[in-house]
């Protein structure tokens, strides 16, 4: 067996994070009485919280910034006057309570974690994360569940991929695969780290950067053609 442990992103990758996104910024409008608009509102938030996200990926904001950050710019966009470190608060309360798996993540980790050490690493925030991943019904599967915040470094940084094998005291980096849906976090991570890497492109994206994966898979299950070649 080429690989002992499996490292998985989390949201986009084994999670429905736009699905819980969605639910938790209309819940949050809808408490602050402002009447919403998916296609506008959500549109607008994502274009803000892809760019900051972005910029904690190059250092350029801490995490416990960008909680408030995001939603004061979205707030000056939308010209609502809201109080942003409230509104936060009350986003991140209604995010923590949106977990949705998709189709295929519970079928492929129940097959996999009988023959294969599993691992999360997530860039989140700990309220939201240790809430949607921690308690979620596949967390019993994985050795090891790293959330950025916690351990105050992210991906693709490689010290947090560092931190999650001696967790778990494995060293030997030829056995281990992450599987991401990241170029610029996950498969970029991994290569800092000098792991094998596996972009899963469910959106059948062209890539068109210096990013290069081991592995290219278009869906979940096709992880375990990889896995047995």
Known sequence: ??????????????FDFKKSEK???????????????ENYHLKIYKDINTAIWKEFES???????LKVERFRRLSDRLNAGFDENKFAKSYMKHLS?????YDDSIRLIESLHKDHQLIIITNGLTDVQDNRIRKSIISKYFENIVISEEVGVSKPNPKI???????????????????GDSLTSDIQGGINFGIDTCWF????????????????IFSLMELKDVLEK
């Open 97 to 101: 309570y949106s977990s949705f798996l």
């Open 23 to 37: 639910d938790a910024l209309k819940n949050t409008m809808l408490e602050f009485n402002i009447e919403y608009d």
């Open 1 to 14: 067996m080429k690989y002992e442990i499996i490292i998985f992103d989390a949201d986009e990758t084994l």
């Open 161 to 179: 991929f560092e931190h999650a094998l001696n967790n778990i005291k494995h060293n030997d980096k030829s056995k281990v695969l992450i599987v």
């Open 59 to 65: 250092g350029l904001i801490t995490q416990k910034k």
């Open 201 to 216: 492109n469910s959106n059948k994206i062209i890539n068109n950067t210096e990013i290069k994966p081991t592995y290219e």
